[in-house]
C-alpha cells in the first residue's frame, strides 16, 4: 500500500491519454489501476479526478458498483471459485467453505490478514463442462475438489516462502 | 479489395478440406504465382504467416478455455517437439481452434484428413497419435469416445445441425484467411453489391430470426426499427456480456470463429445506417477478448473493416468495451450505460435503445449469437434459413449442456428438437446412471422443464408456456440427487446478489424472498411463507423496472408449480428429499460398507461417532453437527445423508 502513496502516476497520466479522457474511458482506466494495485487506492481515485475532470462521487460510484472493482487491498494471490450453476451442482460449495474454514474467512472477510491470499466467488466462467472451476491467479483448473484445492494452494504458500 | 475475396473464393479455396495449393507453394517457395496471384497472397501475407495446408496430415488442437483449462497448453509443446524429433515439420501441420463444444472430454484433438475424433488426450499420446494414426493410419482405440472415432458419426454430433458453429474448433480462429477460406465476408460481400439496406433487413425479417439472448424478439424488426430514425449517427452493439451462469455459447462463439459476429454486426451497421459498433465482453473471458481483438485487426489490415470496405463506400469500424462484473449489464440499457462510463443501471423504456440509446442516439443492440447467424442468411438465402426450426422459431440454437449430464458441451440443434432428444440422444443421459429429475433452463430468469415436458418442442412459445424460456440457452441437467427448493434459493441468491438497487420491486423484493427460501432451505419455513413467496414473486415480476427483476421470481415461481411436494417436505416434515440442505440432512452409517476402522470417529469434532474396532459405527443424531467431516475421511464410502 505504501509503494502505492508514493511512486508517481505518471504512468497513470499516460494511460489516461491513450484511452482519452472522455467519460467513456472511465472503466478501462480503473481497470488498468485495479490490476497493477489489486485495489483502487483512494488517491489514485482523486487523481482520476482531476485528469478526468470528473467528480471524485462518479469515480466512486462506478468503483463500487463493479464487483471487478475494491476499494480494499486485495491478496497477492487471488483465487476465484466459480459459484455457477454448472459448479454450484458440482459442488462449488464444498470448495468455498474448505477454504473458509482452512484459512479463517468468510462471507464478510475474504482476505487472509497476511494478504497472502483473496477469495472470491465469481459467478460463471464459461467452464461448466469442467465443473467445478476455480481460477487461481487467472489459470483456470477444472474438476475441482477440495482436497485438490488446498493443494493448490499450499504449493503457492511453499513458493512464498521459499522467495 | 472485392477482388481478393473473388480471387479467393475462386483461385485460392483453402480450407481442412480443400487446401489452397497455390498459396501454399508459393509461401514455402515452391511455386512462382502470377504477378496479380502474387499480389493478392502478398496482400494476405501480413495476417496469414503460418504455413498453410499443404500437408500430409493436420491436427487440430482444440483451444477454447475448456480444454486449455485440461492442459492444452503442454499438448501443442508436445507435439511441435515429436514432430520436430521426427522430422515431419512439412508433413504435419497443427492449427489450434476454438471450442469444439464437446468440452467434457477435452482436451480434443482431430486428426485429418481422416477425420478422427480423440478425446481426453494427454502429452502420453502425442508419439501414438504421429506413430499410428498419422503415419500408419490406424485408430488408437483408448483415445476413441464410445463407438465411432469419426465425431460426425458419434452420438453426440449426428443428431446436432451445427450451423453457426459449423467453423468453430474447424478452423483457426486466429487466423482470418481460414475464416475467409471457409465462407466468412461473403454475406457481407453480397449485402453490400447486390442488395440495399432494406432488402438485408427484409431478408432477415423473413428468415424468422429471432434474439437469441432471451428476449426472443424477431431480429428484422428490430433492425428495421432502428433503420427508421431520422438521426445520421447511429450505433450496432453487440451485448457479449453472457452472464447468466450455466451459458458459454458465446463465448465459444467469440473463441472460435470471431469472424462471424464480426460480419454479423457489419451487416447491422449497414441495414441500419451506422458506421460504428461496440462488442461489451464480459471481463472474465479474457481468451474471448484477445481473440476478437486480434480478428478486428485482421479484418482491418485486410479491409473488410474499417473505411470504404471492399470497395463499397461503406465505412465501419468497432471497439471493444470490457465489462466489469455486473450481471444486470447484460440488460441494454444497462449495458449502455456501462459503455458510457457509468454504473451499469438500467433506465425505463421507452425509449428504447432503437430510438434513443448509446450516446442519445439510435442503437441496435443484439446478443452475439444472433450476430452470428446473420451472415449464414445473407449467405445463403431466407430460405436456407427458414428450412430447419419451427413456424415460429426459425433456424438452429445453441444450447449449452450442462450439470448432472454425461456428455457436458455446447450442443446445436434445429429449434423444435425435444428436451429428450437433447438429453438422451446428444447428451447421453445422466451421468453416474442417476435418474433425470428436472432441467433449468434460462438460468435466473428461466424456469425448469420436468418429466412432463421431455417430447415437448423446445421453441420460444411451447418453452414459455410451461413457464420457462429459451433465454440465452443455459440448460442445467439435475438428478434425483439435486434439491429443487435449494436450487431456486441458489439463482435468488444470484439475482439478489446483482440486483443494481434502482427500483424498490427488485431491491427490496427479492431480497425478502431470499430470506424467505433461506429460512425454508433451514427448516424453519411455514405454509404462509410459502403463500409469501408466490404474491411476492408476482409483484417483483409485475413491479420491476428491467428485466433482471421481471424474471427473477421464475425460477421460484417454477419450481414451486412442478416441485410443491419438495417444498412441503422441507416444511411440514423438516427433511430434505435430496439431502442436500445441510440444515435438514442427517448423517447416517451403513453398517454393511463399514469395515469398523474407526477413522470417522476420530475426525468427528463433536464425540458424536460411536462405535469399537472391526464394528460397524453409528452417528448420535443429539450429538451430530452437520460438518461433514465423518464423510470427506471414510475410505469405504459407508456415510451417506439422507
Redesign the interface.
Known amino acids: 500500500m505504501e509503494q502505492a502513496m508514493n511512486e508517481s502516476l505518471d504512468w497513470l497520466d499516460e494511460i489516461i491519454e491513450g484511452f482519452g479522457s ?7 482506466v ?2 488498468s489501476v485495479q490490476s497493477k494495485y489489486r485495489y483502487l487506492p483512494e488517491h489514485v481515485m482523486s487523481h482520476i479526478s482531476e485528469k478526468m475532470a470528473l467528480p471524485l462521487s ?1 469515480i466512486y ?2 468503483a463500487t ?5 475494491s476499494t480494499q487491498p486485495k491478496g497477492k494471490h487471488i483465487v476465484q471459485v466459480c ?4 459448479c ?3 459442488g462449488a460449495k ?1 470448495i468455498i467453505s474448505r477454504i473458509r474454514k482452512d484459512f479463517k474467512l468468510d462471507a464478510e472477510k475474504n482476505t487472509t490478514d497476511d494478504k497472502l491470499l483473496t477469495l472470491e466467488t ?10 467445478p ?1 476455480v481460477i487461481v491467479d ?1 489459470h ?3 474438476h475441482m475438489t ?1 482436497d485438490k484445492m488446498m493443494n493448490i494452494i499450499s504449493e503457492i504458500k511453499e513458493e512464498e516462502t521459499n522467495e | 479489395m472485392n477482388n481478393i475475396i473473388e480471387k479467393l473464393d475462386k483461385e485460392m479455396y483453402n480450407n481442412i478440406e480443400k487446401p489452397c495449393l497455390e498459396y501454399c507453394r508459393y509461401m514455402l517457395g515452391l511455386q512462382e504465382l502470377s504477378a496479380e496471384q502474387k499480389k493478392i497472397a502478398d496482400d494476405l501475407t501480413g495476417v496469414y504467416t503460418k504455413k498453410t495446408n499443404m500437408f500430409k496430415a493436420q491436427i487440430a488442437l482444440c483451444k477454447g ?2 480444454c ?3 492442459g492444452e497448453i503442454s499438448l501443442k509443446q508436445k507435439f511441435d517437439e515429436v514432430i520436430k524429433a521426427k522430422g515431419l515439420e512439412n508433413d504435419i501441420h497443427i492449427i489450434e481452434t476454438g471450442c469444439r463444444g464437446f ?2 472430454m ?1 482436451p480434443i484433438v482431430e486428426i485429418f484428413p481422416q477425420h478422427y475424433f480423440y478425446v481426453r488426450v494427454t502429452p502420453n499420446h502425442v508419439e501414438d497419435i504421429i506413430e499410428k494414426t498419422i503415419l500408419n493410419n490406424q485408430v488408437i482405440d483408448e483415445l476413441v469416445f464410445e463407438g465411432s472415432p469419426v465425431a460426425e458419426e458419434m452420438n453426440f454430433y449426428k443428431k446436432q445441425t451445427r450451423r453457426v458453429l459449423a467453423e468453430s474448433g474447424m478452423i483457426d480462429a486466429e487466423n482470418i484467411n481460414d475464416a475467409v477460406a471457409a465462407g466468412a465476408y461473403k454475406g457481407l460481400k453480397r449485402a453490400l453489391f447486390d442488395m440495399t439496406p432494406t432488402e438485408v433487413i427484409d431478408e432477415v425479417t423473413k428468415a424468422g430470426l429471432r434474439g437469441r439472448g432471451g428476449g426472443g424478439f424477431l431480429t428484422g424488426l428490430k433492425w428495421k426499427l432502428t433503420a427508421q430514425q431520422k438521426e445520421t449517427i447511429k450505433y450496432v452493439v453487440c451485448n457479449a456480456d ?7 455459447m458465446d ?2 462463439i467469440l473463441e472460435g470463429d470471431p469472424h462471424k459476429v464480426i460480419e454479423g454486426m457489419a451487416l447491422a451497421a449497414y441495414a441500419i445506417g451506422a458506421e460504428e459498433g461496440y462488442v461489451y465482453v464480459r ?4 481468451l474471448a477478448i484477445a481473440r476478437y481483438k486480434l480478428a478486428i485487426e485482421q479484418a482491418e489490415k485486410m479491409g473488410l473493416l474499417g473505411k470504404n470496405i471492399m470497395g463499397s463506400n461503406f465505412n465501419f469500424s468497432m471497439k471493444i ?7 444486470v449489464c447484460g440488460e441494454e440499457s444497462a449495458l449502455i450505460a ?7 443501471m438500467p433506465t425505463p423504456k421507452p425509449p428504447f435503445p432503437a430510438e434513443r440509446g448509446l450516446f442519445d442516439k439510435p442503437t441496435n443492440i443484439n446478443n452475439v449469437e444472433t450476430y452470428a447467424s446473420v451472415p449464414l442468411i445473407l449467405k445463403n438465402g431466407w430460405e436456407w434459413y427458414a428450412s430447419v426450426g419451427t413456424e415460429n422459431s426459425r433456424g438452429t440454437k445453441i444450447f ?1 449442456l ?3 449430464i454425461k456428455n ?2 455446447l450442443v446445436e440443434v434445429p429449434m423444435g428438437i425435444t428436451l429428450r432428444e437433447i438429453i438422451f440422444d446428444i447428451g447421453g443421459g445422466i451421468k453416474n446412471g442417476g435418474k433425470f429429475k428436472a432441467a ?1 433452463i434460462g ?1 435466473p430468469s428461466g424456469g425448469c422443464l420436468t418429466e412432463e415436458h421431455l417430447d415437448m418442442p423446445m421453441d420460444y412459445d411451447s418453452l414459455q408456456a410451461a413457464g420457462a424460456m429459451v433465454g440465452s440457452g ?1 440448460l ?1 441437467v ?1 438428478d434425483d440427487k ?1 434439491c429443487m427448493v435449494e ?1 431456486a434459493r ?2 435468488m441468491h ?1 439475482t439478489q446478489d ?1 440486483s ?1 438497487g434502482k427500483c424498490i420491486p427488485c431491491r427490496v423484493g427479492t431480497k425478502q424472498m431470499l430470506e424467505l427460501m433461506e429460512k425454508i432451505t433451514q427448516g424453519n419455513g411455514t405454509m404462509e411463507d410459502l403463500t409469501t413467496l408466490e404474491e411476492l414473486g408476482l409483484v417483483v415480476k409485475n413491479a420491476s423496472l428491467c428485466g433482471l427483476g421481471k424474471t427473477a421470481p421464475n425460477p421460484i415461481l417454477s419450481t414451486i408449480r412442478y416441485f410443491r411436494d419438495e417444498y412441503l417436505a422441507h416444511i411440514v416434515d423438516k427433511k430434505c428429499p435430496a439431502g442436500e440442505c445441510e440444515s435438514l440432512r442427517t448423517f447416517h452409517i451403513d453398517a454393511e460398507k463399514c469395515k469398523g476402522c474407526t477413522k470417522c470417529a476420530k475426525v468427528c469434532p463433536n464425540g458424536a461417532i460411536i462405535g469399537s474396532v472391526k464394528q460397524a459405527h453409528e452417528i448420535l443424531q443429539d450429538k451430530c453437527i452437520k460438518c ?1 467431516a465423518c464423510i ?1 475421511s471414510c475410505p469405504f464410502n459407508a456415510i451417506y445423508t439422507a
Open positions: 472522455s467519460r467513456t474511458s472511465l472503466i478501462p480503473l481497470q462518479n460510484g462506478v458498483f463493479y464487483a471487478q472493482f459459484d455457477g450453476t454448472a454450484h451442482v458440482r464444498d465469481v459467478a460463471c466462467i464459461g467452464a461448466c463442462a469442467m465443473a472451476a487467472g483456470v483448473y477444472g477440495p | 478455455t475448456g486449455q483449462a485440461s468440452c467434457e477435452g453472457e452472464g447468466d451462469p450455466g451459458a458459454f463465448r465459444s471481463a472474465e473471458y479474457p468495451a470490457q465489462g466489469a462484473g455486473a450481471f456501462s459503455i458510457e462510463g457509468k454504473r451499469g449449452a450442462t450439470g448432472k457436458t458441451g433449468q438460468g443455459g442445467v439435475l439435486t436450487i441458489f439463482f444470484f446483482e443494481c461433514g470427506a
